[in-house]
């Protein structure tokens, strides 16, 4: 296992697409996790996975924001209708239910809103 | 909720110097904090954690203190080098695996040779 893999790395799209990105957390991690980075700014948590079960949306989540992850493996972020605000790196992040080590952050993909 | 407050932005050393940033955070029921490295086009990656049963925890050239009175904690960077030039980011959560882990603004750091 290499670590959180995401893809694609970069996207660019026009304002009003749909967009979708997809996370690979370390496949014994139980628990995955959604943020946003925009430019100098700290990761903002976005939404949270146990498993298969999405246990809490941040209110920054709009209604044109919605997170799967249907297996309890990998996750999809799909963002509707994309605006210019939404123009960001999305960040994947997974950390095991027990034990040590903390989050482990993927590349991020890098959405820009044209 | 948690609000991480993080300073300076920015920081610039010299070689062989040393650079500390300090954190502060607001919910008493924090007890985990750790420190995050990003380069550019990279995701953050773990470089040092500490939890409120210890005061101070060093690794190598890294080390990070923590007051719980005061609500600040500190990542401390000896004999600076230019590959530790990136941004360094600061967390508090109540656990190092629960959703309520919310981070400081970063503090990008420049190693001059």
């Known amino acids: 296992d290499t670590g959180v893999s995401q893809d694609p790395r970069h996207k660019i799209t026009k304002r009003g697409q749909n967009v979708t990105f997809r996370c690979d957390p370390i496949?014994?991690?139980?628990?995955l996790y959604w943020y946003r980075q925009t430019l100098g700014q700290g990761p903002e948590f976005l939404t949270y996975f146990q498993n298969e079960a999405q246990l809490e949306k941040s209110r920054l989540l709009s209604d044109r924001f919605s997170a799967e992850r249907p297996k309890g493996s990998f996750s999809t972020l799909e963002i509707q209708r994309t605006e210019q605000g939404d123009s960001a790196m999305y960040l994947c992040?997974?950390?095991?239910?027990?034990?040590?080590?903390?989050?482990?952050f993927g590349s991020g993909t890098r959405l820009t809103v044209v | 909720g948690e609000n991480v407050e993080q300073h300076p932005s920015t920081l610039s050393v010299q070689e062989g110097d040393s650079a500390v940033i300090k954190c502060t955070y607001s919910d008493s029921a924090s007890n985990y904090f750790p420190w995050y490295k990003q380069e550019l086009g990279k995701g953050p990656q773990l470089i040092i954690d500490i939890r409120s049963n210890v005061g101070e925890k060093k690794d190598q050239r890294i080390a990070v203190t923590l007051n719980k009175t005061a609500k600040h904690f500190s990542l401390h960077i000896t004999e600076t080098q230019p590959e530790d030039s990136a941004v360094y980011f600061c967390?508090?959560?109540?656990?190092?695996?629960?959703?309520?882990?919310?981070f400081g603004a970063g503090t990008r750091l420049t190693v001059k040779p």
């Open positions: 992040a997974s950390s095991p239910t027990q034990g040590a080590g903390g989050y482990t």
């Open positions: 496949s014994e991690h139980n628990r």
């Open positions: 967390a508090a959560s109540t656990s190092y695996n629960n959703n309520d882990m919310r």
